[in-house]
């Protein structure tokens, strides 16, 4: 049985904005400029390797005399990608955090990220079948050195990060090679440019007001709690859209799974490490069900309706669900996704008075970071993972026209029809003063049109004759 792995292929659905970050932020001017109001994120070295290759501008690259926009000029061509908002319409940010990238500039979904999530699923889910006592509660820390009074280095066992260490290494394994996930292997998923979206992240805040707890926003320029989220400033960030699809692979080993004694990983490794995808399914809704009623809880006891909404569309879609697996993970899932919420009530007061964790007297956590969607309801890094599906090819849309149409649906609460086909669309593209935009624009609306057979048979009404008649004789 030695290298026999037993792999299954799965489609990985973004649910809700997600952002893994590089690291990175990229700068307006430096590592992107402003096309028609949507950012386009600028690949220099391609961009600077066409203009030397045809010695164009040599003195200024070579001097450094030079602006990002007018490279992109000279070089004739965009190297790079496009960034439309998420949603409604926004200034293009002077910074914005960086979606993690592979050398094609392809944004990916790590492996480790996805494994990461799975194991914080399993850990909660076996600590909560474990009655009072258990002998594994007793590894963790019941007490910690006052910080104040040890030397310059403090043990990572002091640490707040650590805290569970000694309790996941008894359970997964004490080091990788006798971990049992070395048993589940998770590729990366790779995904494509036209898939990522400018979100604007805000923050929503606990506070205590006259006595009495509040929801208010975080100004993250002031560090000021304010009453209304439009007054506040938060950040901008690449995320993949929801609707976004790739491909995932997991594979089961079953050559270190047919005898765990063989490879000294735990023997109640069996009990953690769902052999299949039907019981690791099952593993991940039950963890996914209690993180969404914790936040549905918590949203509606601060009476903030629109994530309460967001949050429960999702429990209901996972309760309806009998294939998907629903998972958070990354950047803004907060301690609830990327912790886990595992600890039952005295285990987290513990540690929260062991580590003084928030703020005495306040819920643990207090902050959420929710995407703008018409108002901040978008909770981030929701995936499903689901039966593998070949996504259908798709006609490649222009992001100009897929954030016009969206601001015209969002301002006339109207359906995605009656903004493609009215006059607000065609006025907008008409005042367009970039050739090459208004060009390409145009050919994405005449194809949309044509897919409903509007261009050679428009459907009645005065919007959609004067819209048609602004586009034919605006056509070059």
């Not at 699923?121 to 474990?130: N, T």
């Not at 803004?332 to 990327?338: F, N, P, Q």
């Not at 902050?367 to 969607?373: C, D, K, P, S």
Request: charged share 25%; proline share 7%; aromatic share 8%.
């Amino acid at each position: 049985m030695k290298g026999q792995t037993e792999t299954l292929k799965l489609t990985v659905e973004v649910l809700t904005p997600l952002h893994i970050g590089s690291g990175e932020e990229l700068r307006l001017n430096l590592d992107y400029i402003e096309r028609g109001s949507i950012p386009l994120v600028v690949d220099r070295q391609r961009t600077l390797d066409v203009l030397v290759s045809g010695d164009q501008a040599l003195d200024k690259v070579i001097t450094g005399d030079w602006n990002l926009a007018e490279l992109v000029k000279l070089a004739c061509q965009d190297f790079g990608y496009p960034l439309p908002v998420l949603a409604g319409k926004n200034e293009t940010p002077e910074a914005l955090r960086e979606q993690i990238k592979d050398a094609e500039f392809r944004p990916y979904m790590p492996g480790s990220s996805i494994k990461g999530a799975i194991r914080t699923a399993l850990l909660a889910e076996w600590f909560g079948k474990q009655p009072a006592g258990d002998s594994h509660q007793s590894l963790l820390p019941h007490w910690v050195p006052d910080r104040k009074n040890l030397k310059k280095h403090v043990p990572s066992e002091k640490r707040p990060a650590f805290a569970a260490a000694r309790l996941t290494q008894s359970l997964f394994g004490n080091t990788p090679n006798r971990d049992i996930l070395r048993a589940l292997q998770v590729s990366d998923v790779h995904f494509q440019a036209t898939d990522l979206r400018l979100a604007d992240i805000r923050w929503l805040n606990i506070v205590r007001d006259k006595g009495k707890e509040k929801a208010w926003w975080r100004d993250m320029s002031s560090k000021k709690n304010l009453d209304k989220w439009s007054e506040t400033k938060g950040l901008h960030a690449e995320t993949l859209a929801p609707h976004s699809e790739a491909s995932l692979t997991l594979g089961w080993d079953r050559f270190l799974l047919s005898d765990l004694t063989k490879w000294s990983a735990p023997a109640h490794g069996v009990e953690l490490l769902p052999t299949d995808f039907s019981g690791l399914r099952k593993v991940l809704n039950s963890h996914s069900d209690r993180i969404l009623k914790n936040e549905i809880a918590f949203f509606d006891q601060y009476q903030v309706a629109p994530p309460k909404q967001q949050l429960q569309k999702l429990l209901n879609q996972m309760q309806q669900d009998s294939e998907g697996a629903y998972l958070r993970l990354a950047w803004g899932s907060g301690w609830r996704g990327m912790t886990g919420d595992w600890l039952d009530a005295p285990n987290l007061s513990t540690m929260r008075e062991l580590y003084q964790l928030g703020r005495q007297n306040m819920p643990f956590p207090k902050t959420r970071r929710l995407a703008v969607q018409g108002t901040p309801c978008l909770p981030l890094g929701w995936v499903r993972l689901g039966p593998w599906r070949q996504k259908a090819a798709t006609v490649q849309r222009h992001p100009w026209v897929e954030q016009a149409l969206d601001e015209i649906q969002q301002k006339n609460r109207c359906q995605p029809d009656e903004a493609l086909r009215g006059v607000q669309l065609a006025n907008a593209w008409q005042s367009l003063s970039d050739p090459e935009l208004k060009a390409a624009a145009l050919a994405d609306i005449q194809a949309r049109w044509r897919e409903k057979g509007w261009w050679d048979q428009p459907p009645p009404g005065k919007s959609t004759k004067k819209a048609l008649t602004i586009y034919q004789e605006g056509a070059p």
